[in-house]
């Protein structure tokens, strides 16, 4: 659904859009405490059809975890941002899980392009429900939800629609929404068929996703039996909450992105906690990746 202040295809000068100030999020559509963390990896096992699969384990130590949250990694794969990631939303109270997704492309020359050209929407939906089937087994009894940015962004939204655990997914600049990896049709063509809620976030000054690749989703999300919150960070580009690229990184526009997000989980995962509503504090040094 379109925010009330949003009309599509209406001239700036008789319809002004409402924006946030900078750094906070302009709503397109939509209706709907920190401790230490442990850090460690785990192996998925594999068969004829899927290889293993590593993943990146980050648990609160302090306190039980209020949910689960895959995260899906951008094309730079499990590098110190998304360890970040991962510690960041550990230390909000969430157990977060990162699992390889580069598990199939086993080639040490491929560059991260190449890589991410090798990943079909397919054998993604099968590598994040078997990452949450692994961790279900071990330690059973939470919801799940898949956060995820840039090429991960895209993989949220792809979980939101095709897997049957997800029960809340945070996209943000998901890249390629409506290009569909493989046979069928993509994520972002099916977001009206998602199977829980969804919270879409993008940079009013990106260009993969755009503004309009944004609103087009909030459109199609309008019939969608779950709620699709669709959102733009002002002043923000693409990779706003990667501290690794000096030329994108947008404090602000990150605090409030992690504090929404969190706020949506802790909503859908663990509807009985309150969150923070300042948010949790992102880790916006490089987070070293334990020893394999």
């Known amino acids: 659904m379109i925010h009330a202040g949003v009309r599509p295809g209406a001239p700036p000068e008789t319809a002004p859009e409402p924006r946030a100030p900078e750094g906070g999020l302009t709503p397109l559509g939509g209706g709907a405490a920190p401790g230490g963390v442990t850090?460690?990896?785990?192996?998925?096992?594999g068969d004829a059809a899927d290889p293993p699969l590593r993943v990146l384990v980050a648990s609160p130590r302090a306190r039980a975890p209020l949910?689960?949250?895959?995260?899906?990694?951008?094309?730079?794969g499990l590098d110190d941002f998304t360890g970040s990631v991962c510690r960041t939303l550990a230390e909000a109270g969430f157990l977060?899980?990162?699992?390889?997704?580069f598990s199939r492309a086993t080639d040490p020359e491929l560059t991260p392009a190449e890589r991410k050209a090798t990943l079909r929407d397919e054998t993604l939906v099968r590598d994040l429900t078997?990452?949450?089937?692994?961790?279900?087994?071990?330690?059973g009894g939470l919801r799940t939800?898949?956060?995820?940015?840039?090429?991960?962004?895209?993989?949220?939204?792809?979980?939101?629609?095709?897997?049957?655990?997800?029960?809340?997914?945070?996209?943000?600049?998901?890249?390629?929404?409506?290009?569909?990896?493989?046979?069928?049709?993509?994520?972002?063509?099916?977001?009206?068929?998602v199977r829980c809620p969804v919270l879409a976030v993008g940079g009013r000054a990106d260009s993969q996703p755009s503004p309009a690749d944004l609103e087009r989703l909030a459109l199609l999300a309008a019939g969608a039996p779950h709620p699709v919150r669709v959102a733009l960070a002002e002043g923000a580009g693409h990779a706003f909450m990667n501290f690794l690229r000096a030329d994108r990184y947008h404090p602000l526009a990150t605090q409030t992105g992690y504090a929404v997000a969190t706020a949506f989980l802790t909503e859908h995962?663990?509807?009985?906690?309150?969150?923070?509503?300042?948010?949790?504090?992102?880790?916006?040094?490089p987070t070293a990746l334990p020893e394999a």
């Open 145 to 193: 939800g898949v956060v995820g940015h840039c090429m991960g962004g895209r993989v949220a939204l792809l979980a939101a629609v095709d897997t049957a655990f997800c029960a809340a997914a945070v996209s943000f600049y998901g890249g390629r929404l409506f290009q569909p990896w493989g046979p069928g049709r993509s994520p972002g063509e099916r977001v009206d068929r």
């Open 269 to 285: 995962l663990a509807s009985t906690h309150a969150p923070d509503p300042r948010g949790p504090s992102p880790t916006t040094t």
């Open 39 to 45: 850090l460690g990896w785990r192996t998925v096992s």
């Open 130 to 139: 078997r990452c949450h089937a692994a961790a279900d087994r071990d330690a």
């Open 67 to 76: 949910g689960r949250v895959i995260v899906a990694h951008h094309r730079d």
């Open 96 to 101: 977060a899980e990162v699992p390889d997704l």
